[in-house]
Every structure is written in structure tokens, then in C-alpha cells.
């Protein structure tokens, strides 16, 4: 009887939690085809208006030229403009071997490239390196874009390109000032129509980083052109609006993304940055703007490295080392560095050591086709040398690359069997530049910081695997406060609501990616790796409870033109059971002298 009624209940338990299961598919099947649909025509709303305003921008002819230098912050690198001159095109990280001196003939493999191209971010490269050769390079380069790129082709005409495109000039002004009156003529028709196209389709533009950038290329041209007080008051009041939807009052945004964040810093820091004499800013707006800065500058602090660069996550790039001093000086904002809640992020710092986690899950929908699949995932730094490092942003070399850069395996972090923390779905691959979406992926994420006399550890938690195959991922980073050990336990245990009916896996794998400039040294005991650092430093990595393995990685270096080659370490846990671990530990060697000095990089 006992049985019989056991029984029965659990049947009904399971036909109630396959009710609530389908119940839940078909509600999140609605709603992301509702989103879709949303997003479809939006961007079909937002073509015809683009081609429909540029099909009157001919008709503007005015080459009135700017009434005032605008003072932007310096973006270039020199090292880049020399090889421009010397006759390598190598563009945002990309390198083009081909014989012509047009770049406007080459074919971009991928948005990065085309945005870089056609934004003019060259130009600050050129203008970084100084000389005359690359001055007459850059007014080469214009004229012929001018030439080859005219509104009737509508290439390098999307708004974020015009609008870095605007900026970018205006940026250089004084570097390409010459006596060539039809460059120069061309040069302000340009911005001119360039400045009625941005204020045109501003209005139908979805708020983020997109917009920002148009309205703040729009208050640029306007403060250029010394347009009137409500004209300025009129963009400003609308990126003010857009910076409080798009960054809150803690300075994070929803992208994730330390790169982005960094743009957005640079952007509020240059509005305030407008003379008084010239414009005067609204108590209104001053106190938005500034209270942004402010609680972005602790937080940019926080997500950057032992080496001074940001942490590469969810599309974003490491900055440049430069740029970020030179903003957080500019600010004037003396608050430390934050340590937890940075965009998702918690920070450790030890001795040398330098730990930043990625605690948080991809941001969903389309707003998220650069989030990766990287939740629980770090990277960590001995001084100013990276040791464990993600593989980067690959966007800019195709498709293909980019797709391996958001996956979980190309993190440091764990994957059941071979499978993506999240899945990956195109919303537009007709498009000249397919965008392919988050819409699965880490919901609940526990994340518990603790700090005693000895150490510093983090205990995580994340359930990307819970719907489908019944597991949750416990993951333990442990610091001593020496700096001189670094240990971490992955687990991989059955949840509650473990069923019969789901997918099958027999083990879980946990990846370390390392920098190409560490040496993989092989140990006469098993399990045990030597990593040796380009400073001297040797890094003894242990495993316990499992099978490790060394394979080829790729490494994505925004001061490399290629793809570099380097090494990760995949540990594979042994079968899973209800509940599966594996113990890893990273421990200093001590064969060198406890002033570690990097010779290298003081030269």
C-alpha cells in the first residue's frame, strides 16, 4: 500500500514538473521570438531612415570650416604609425598583405576591421607617430576615401562608424592642417553632412554605447562649429539621458564589458572637460555626469591587472596602458580601487599576485552579441607578468574566431564534456556582419567572499548545466595573503531537481589558458607542471583528482597583428558521480630573490 501510494506520488511529481518544464520552454520560446521580431524591425525601421536621409546629404554643400579646435585626449600609438608609414597595413590588429597603397580597396574580414577602417582610428595612429611622411599618408588616405567612399555607396556609413569618424577628425584637426584647399574643402563637407546625418537618426537609436557615441560626435561638431547654447544644451540633454539608462548610479553597465565602460569614462570626461567660456553646463547635468565619473573611476581601478591593463571579458580588449593613466590622472578622483561588485567582478590582490573572477552570467537578448560564455572563469597576473589569461576578443579576425573566443573553452573555467556554458543563436545572418546572441546560459550565480589573517577565497556557484543534464558547478578560489600560493577546487554535483530524463555526460573538464610568454616546463613527478615567467619567477602547478593534459591554445594580443600560439592546461575530472572534484594548486618556487625585478619591462 505503502509503495503504491510512493509511487503514485512521485508520478504525479514528474508530471507536474514536466508541466512546469514545457510551461517554461513555451513562455521563453514566446519571448525570445517577441524580442526578435522587435529587433528585426527596428533595424528595418532604422535602414530605410539611414538611406533615405543619405539620399539627401548630397544636397548639403557647405565647407564652412570649424570655428574652434576641440581638445580631444590623444588615442594614437605611435608603433602603429610607424608601421603605417613604412608601408604596413595593419589594422585594428589585423594585417593585409597585399601591394596597394589604398586601403579603401581592401576588403574587411570583420566589423572591428571595417569600424577601425572607416571610423578613421588610423588617423590617430598617424597623428601619434608626427612626422610630415605621415601626414601626407593621412591626407592621401582621406581624399581617396572621399573618392571611393561617397554617400552613393553607403559604406562607413553606419552611425557609430560617422560618428567615430567625426570624432577622429576633429581629434586631428591640427595634425592635417594644410594648405590644400579641396582636401580641406572636401574634409568640412564631411562633418558638415556627417553632423546632419548623426542628429537625424540619434532619435532612432536604441539606448547604449551605440548612441552615446553618436550624441557625444554630435555635441563635438556642435561645440566645433560654436553652434548656438540650445543646440548643445539640446545634445547633451539627450546623452545625459542616455548615460543614466545606460550606466546606473554605480557606474556598471549590462555589457560587462571593462572596455566599454573604459569608452564611456573617456566620453563624460571630455564633455566635462568643455571650456566654461564656450558652454555652460546645468547643475542638472554637471551632477549627472560627474556622479558617473566618479563611481566608474574605483571601479576601472579594480579591473585592472598586475600589469595595469583591464581585464579581457565579454568582448572587451585590455585599453591601452596610456590612455587608462592618463584618464584616471585627469579625473582628479583619488578613491581606491574597488574589490567586489565590478561589473560582475571580484578582485584579490596578494603579495604579487593579482586575481580578477568573472562572478556573473553574459548579458541575454540582443544587446548581448559580444558576451561570452566565460561565468566563474579568471585571470591572474604574477606582477606586471600575465600567467592565466583568457584567449581575448577574436571578433576582428572573422567569424570563426570570434565564435571559439566566446566559448566557455576558451576561458578559464570548466565545461561538462565538450559544451558551452551558454548557447549561441544568429538573430541576423543575412546581414553583411552576422551578430549571434546569448539566450541560454548561467542564471543563478552565488558568489561568497571571505578574508581572514591567512588568506583570501572566494566559494562560487553557477547552474548553466542544471536544466539540461542536472549539475551544478561549485567552484573555490583560496589566496594566501603572501601571494605565494593559489589553490581552487571545481566541483561538479547532481542538484534537486536531478531527473531520470536528463542528458547523459561522464566527465567535466577544467581549461587554464596561458600567456603566450610563459614556459611550459615538464616535472619528473606526475601532475605536476613548472611554469617559469619571463621575469625569473617559477611557478610550480599541481593537480589532485584528475587526468591533466597540455594542448595548443590561441592567444589574441591587440599588439600582435596574428593570432599568437600558446599552451592551456586541461584537467579532465575522473566519472561523474552525484557529486565529482577535482583540486588544483599553483605554488611559487623559490629559486629566485624575493625582489622580483622585471628587467624587461623597466627597460
Known amino acids: 500500500m505503502g509503495n503504491t ?19 517554461t520552454g513555451i513562455i ?51 608603433l602603429f604609425g610607424k608601421n603605417l608609414v613604412d608601408g604596413s597595413l595593419v589594422f585594428s590588429g589585423v594585417a593585409f598583405e597585399i601591394d596597394v597603397d589604398n586601403p579603401w580597396l581592401i576588403e574587411s574580414p570583420s566589423w572591428e576591421v571595417e569600424r577601425y577602417l572607416h571610423g ?51 581629434r586631428n584637426l591640427q595634425f592635417l592642417n594644410t594648405h590644400n584647399t579641396k582636401i580641406t574643402l572636401d574634409c568640412f563637407r564631411n562633418l558638415r553632412r556627417q ?3 548623426l542628429s537625424i537618426i540619434s532619435h532612432s537609436l536604441e539606448p547604449g ?103 579581457r571579458s565579454h568582448g572587451g580588449d585590455t585599453g591601452s596602458l596610456d590612455l587608462i593613466d592618463r584618464c584616471l590622472i585627469a579625473t582628479s578622483v583619488k578613491s581606491k580601487s574597488d574589490i567586489t561588485k565590478l561589473l560582475g567582478f571580484e578582485r584579490i590582490t596578494a603579495g604579487r599576485l593579482t586575481l580578477i573572477v568573472d562572478c556573473a552570467g553574459p548579458l541575454y537578448g540582443v544587446m548581448g552579441d559580444n558576451s561570452h560564455a566565460s561565468c566563474l572563469s579568471f585571470e591572474l597576473t604574477s606582477g606586471q607578468r600575465p600567467i592565466f589569461v583568457n584567449c581575448g576578443p577574436g571578433g576582428r579576425f572573422g567569424n570563426a574566431f570570434k565564435q571559439f573566443c566566446r566559448s566557455t573553452q576558451a576561458h578559464n573555467t570548466c565545461t561538462l564534456e565538450d559544451i558551452s556554458q551558454s548557447q549561441f543563436k544568429f538573430i541576423s545572418k543575412k546581414k553583411r556582419w552576422p551578430r549571434e546572441i546569448i539566450f541560454n546560459g548561467p542564471n543563478n550565480i552565488i558568489v561568497d567572499r571571505f578574508k581572514t589573517f591567512e588568506a583570501t577565497w572566494l566559494d562560487l556557484c553557477q547552474d548553466s548545466y542544471e536544466h539540461e543534464y542536472g549539475y551544478l558547478h561549485y567552484r573555490k578560489l583560496f589566496m594566501l595573503n603572501t601571494g605565494k600560493v593559489f589553490t581552487g577546487t571545481d566541483i561538479f554535483e547532481v542538484s534537486q531537481l536531478r531527473r531520470n530524463n536528463f542528458k547523459k555526460v561522464d566527465s567535466f573538464y577544467a581549461y587554464f589558458q596561458l600567456h603566450p610568454d610563459v614556459e611550459v616546463w615538464d616535472h619528473p613527478k606526475l601532475q605536476t607542471i613548472i611554469l617559469r615567467l619571463k621575469n625569473g619567477e617559477h611557478w610550480i602547478f599541481e593537480i589532485d583528482l584528475g587526468q591533466v593534459t597540455i594542448e595548443d591554445s590561441t592567444f589574441i594580443n591587440s599588439l600582435k597583428a596574428y593570432p599568437e600560439n600558446t599552451k592551456r592546461i586541461v584537467i579532465k575530472s575522473s566519472t561523474l558521480l552525484n557529486k565529482t572534484e577535482i583540486k588544483w594548486s599553483l605554488r611559487r618556487r623559490e629559486i629566485v630573490s624575493r625582489n622580483t625585478r622585471d628587467a624587461a619591462i623597466l627597460q
Open 209 to 311: 554605447l551605440k548612441k552615446l557615441n553618436v550624441l557625444y560626435a554630435i555635441f563635438m561638431i556642435a561645440q566645433a562649429y560654436n553652434f548656438s547654447d540650445r543646440t548643445k544644451q539640446k545634445a547633451l540633454n539627450q546623452f545625459c539621458k542616455v548615460v543614466i539608462r545606460h550606466i546606473d548610479f554605480e557606474g556598471q553597465v549590462l555589457s560587462r564589458n571593462p572596455e566599454e565602460l573604459l569608452e564611456c569614462f573617456i566620453m563624460i570626461n571630455e564633455i566635462l572637460k568643455v571650456p566654461k567660456a564656450s558652454f555652460e553646463l546645468t547643475h542638472q547635468t554637471f551632477y549627472t555626469l560627474t556622479s558617473r565619473k566618479e563611481a566608474i573611476a574605483p571601479i576601472l581601478r579594480g579591473l585592472r591587472l598586475g600589469n595595469g591593463l583591464l581585464t
Open 120 to 170: 578613421f582610428c588610423w588617423l590617430n595612429d598617424l597623428s601619434a607617430y608626427g612626422n610630415s611622411k605621415a601626414r601626407r599618408i593621412a591626407l592621401k588616405w582621406i581624399a581617396k576615401w572621399n573618392f571611393y567612399n561617397n554617400i552613393e555607396k553607403k559604406i562607413g556609413w553606419d552611425p557609430e562608424i560617422a560618428a567615430l569618424r567625426s570624432v577622429n577628425f576633429l
Open 195 to 197: 553632423y546632419v546625418f
Open 28 to 78: 521563453n520560446v514566446i519571448f525570445n521570438w517577441v524580442l526578435l521580431v522587435k529587433f528585426r524591425i527596428s533595424n528595418l525601421r532604422n535602414q530605410f531612415l539611414q538611406n533615405l536621409v543619405l539620399l539627401f546629404l548630397p544636397v548639403i554643400r557647405s565647407c564652412e570650416p570649424t570655428k574652434h579646435i576641440v581638445e580631444l585626449m590623444a588615442c594614437g600609438n605611435p
Open 5 to 23: 501510494w510512493w509511487d503514485g506520488w512521485v508520478l504525479h511529481r514528474n508530471v507536474s514538473e514536466r508541466k512546469v518544464n514545457v510551461l
